[in-house]
């Protein structure tokens, strides 16, 4: 049976062995290092030339894949416990070493751009390795999580006939010809204007009005013509949805949900953690003094997961930035004052110099958020919240939602917003209407944070982002 590295590297010495993976390196004709994606670690090969054939030996090349048996030995080097002294070599499949030189399979440095370019090839590495087990894990962990809470996962449709956020950035989705502008769209499958998601929202919300407590995890569309280190045109959401629950409930929900999960990766997924951890501190080494992390990846995790997130109202953060140095001295470049939408640089601000914790805020002007969320009494703001995260921005973004039926419907009027697009929204609101709350967690950009990656396009295996969809 073939054994998974992960496990061979924690077994005792014992006689008969096998293993496969991807060769790594091929040293002094005696030491093979292979990786077969389980771990982090590699397995050291050890082999006496004279046993093998010489063609064998010359297709142990850095990028070929192998099977091996032999016997599980403590090893003589440093770098590991144990080590295979191998019996038996079948190579599986070759790789040309003048070819793999195009490749970041070549063992040298690569830069993120290379390694994205090549994004077939690029889990391979240790770094996109470490990546996508955490990536994974961070899944589980939310399953996990909504699961042992009492939670039910519920499927939203990827295609929809609705826009939940308002913003008109969607992909539209149809059969008819390319490039014909007069068909009329009865005529289109769906016999209507269809699009991909940008929210599973307002189907969560029938569910959480129906099952209590439930959750959306899936693929979300935007296209937003934004370039940005922290957007993407596909993403992955996480939309929990609460019934009889207001915007504090929702707050602790975020908050401990956030928590939760930093936990569980540090706990989970402590090799490869350390692993991003050096590379990070290695990295920023090169980066001049001021813009390097204060702290490392480690202690940013921990920090935020003993803390707690301040909470302050929209209109207070609007104060403190009044007030703040930089806004003083001009160096916004969006100016500050109640009513705007805050920009990145205010967010940074508040998180990173002012608190210098996770901030929650709340209460936005209602002009600026979307028709669903509750109106607050004061006329002018709804109760929404964002939760804002050390050098990410706005991790989450959540509101109570208009249970109100009347207000709901004024709402539409004003969001021009035609009723019977959404009049299954609004039914809801006529039969056992509560007050009910929910948020949505961009995976991409909790990813970030758990990997201290800068770039969105790291955290996802085959990101999605204006004029590139390769892979
Ligand atoms: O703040 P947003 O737009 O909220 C909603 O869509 C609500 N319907 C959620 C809800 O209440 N159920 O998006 C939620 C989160 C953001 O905070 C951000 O983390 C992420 O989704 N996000 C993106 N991530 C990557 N690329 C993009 N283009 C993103 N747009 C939003
Ligand atoms: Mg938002």
Known sequence: MRNRIVDVIKMNPTKDIEASG??????????????????????????????????????????????????????????????????????????????????????????LEKLREQGHLRMRTNLFGAVFRIRHHMSFAIHKYFNDKGFFYINTPIITGTDAEGAGETFRVTTLPLGDKNIDLKNDFFGKPTHL??????????????????????????????NTTRHLAEFWMVEPEIAFADINDDIDLGEDFLKYLINYALETCKEDLKFLNERAIKEEEQLPKEKRNEHSLLERMKMVSNNEFERITYTKAIEILERSKPNKKK?????????????SEHEKFLVEKHFKKPVVIVDYPASIKAFYMRQNDDGKTVA????????????????????????LQEKCKEFNIPQEAIWWYLETRK???????????????????VTGMTNIRDVIPFPRTPNNAEF
């Not at 189907?203 to 959750?215: H, M, N, Q, S, T």
Request: charged share 25%.
């Open 197 to 226: 998601t940008v929210s599973g929202q307002l189907e969560a919300e029938l569910a959480a009005l129906a099952l209590g407590k439930a959750y959306t995890f899936g693929p979300t569309f935007r296209a937003e013509n934004s």
């Open 431 to 449: 039969f056992g209407t509560v007050p009910h709350a929910g948020f949505g967690l961009g995976f991409e950009r909790l990813m970030m944070f």
């Open 22 to 111: 991807w060769i790594r390196s091929f040293r002094a004709n005696k030491f093979i290092s292979i990786n077969d994606g389980s771990c982090i670690s590699s397995l050291q090969i050890v082999i006496e030339q004279d046993n093998f054939d010489k063609t064998l030996i010359d297709e142990l090349n850095t990028g070929a894949s192998i099977w091996v048996k032999g016997s599980l030995i403590e090893s003589l080097g440093g770098g590991q416990k144990t080590e295979i002294s191998a019996n038996e070599i079948r190579i599986i499949g070759k790789a040309d070493p003048e070819e793999l030189q195009k490749t970041i399979l070549q063992p040298k440095k690569h830069s």
């Open 384 to 407: 929404a919240m964002d939760i804002l995260f050390p050098g990410i921005g706005e991790i989450i973004g959540g509101s109570q939602r208009e249970e109100r039926h009347e207000v």
């Open 331 to 343: 160096k916004f470049k969006y100016p500050v004052e109640w009513g705007i939408d805050l920009q």
